[in-house]
């Protein structure tokens, strides 16, 4: 796989029982090392390319999560960690729970697991930034032709 630019991460824990969020510190600790691939993690929105949500959303952090999403550069990708990110998990019957991250932003990655291993994220955000590499390609294309 052809890396054309180091992908920078921003990560936000939604609503979480933070499993997710210690395993996602450890997929880039050396161990894991997800930042051999060139991946930076980031705490400003205008700098990420990929979003890295953990928790499910409720009405408090659903617009957060969207500031977040529309403060970020075209091209974006997001990628959903952990089984409550992707659908709720065990607190999808819960009265403040939403639900997934889909029901605040488009969702282009889901990474399922209670926990989710750092295996699993490292492969997820593999995926999102071979769809971020597509997704500029795409951008560069509709460019030449206008």
């Not at 996602?24 to 050396?30: A, E, K």
């Not at 705490?43 to 529309?70: E, R």
């Not at 550069?73 to 089984?83: D, R």
Request: with cysteine; hydrophobic share 40%.
């Amino acid at each position: 796989m052809k890396i054309s630019k180091s992908p920078w991460i921003i990560h936000y824990d939604g609503s979480s029982c933070n499993g997710c969020d210690i395993e996602v510190l450890d997929s880039l600790m050396p161990k894991y090392d997800l930042e051999r691939f060139g991946v930076v993690n980031t705490g400003n929105p205008k700098h990420a390319d990929i979003f890295l949500v953990t928790g499910g959303i409720n009405a408090q952090n659903k617009p957060v999560v969207q500031q977040i999403y529309s403060q970020m550069p075209f091209p974006k990708v997001v990628v959903a960690v952990g089984i409550c990110a992707c659908n709720g998990g065990i607190f999808k019957e819960c009265y403040n729970i939403l639900g997934g991250v889909d029901k605040a932003i488009p969702v282009d990655i889901y990474v399922p697991g209670c926990a989710a291993r750092p295996e699993a994220i490292i492969d997820g955000v593999m995926k999102a930034v071979a769809l971020l590499d597509k997704k500029r390609e795409e951008m560069k294309k509709e460019a030449k032709e206008n």
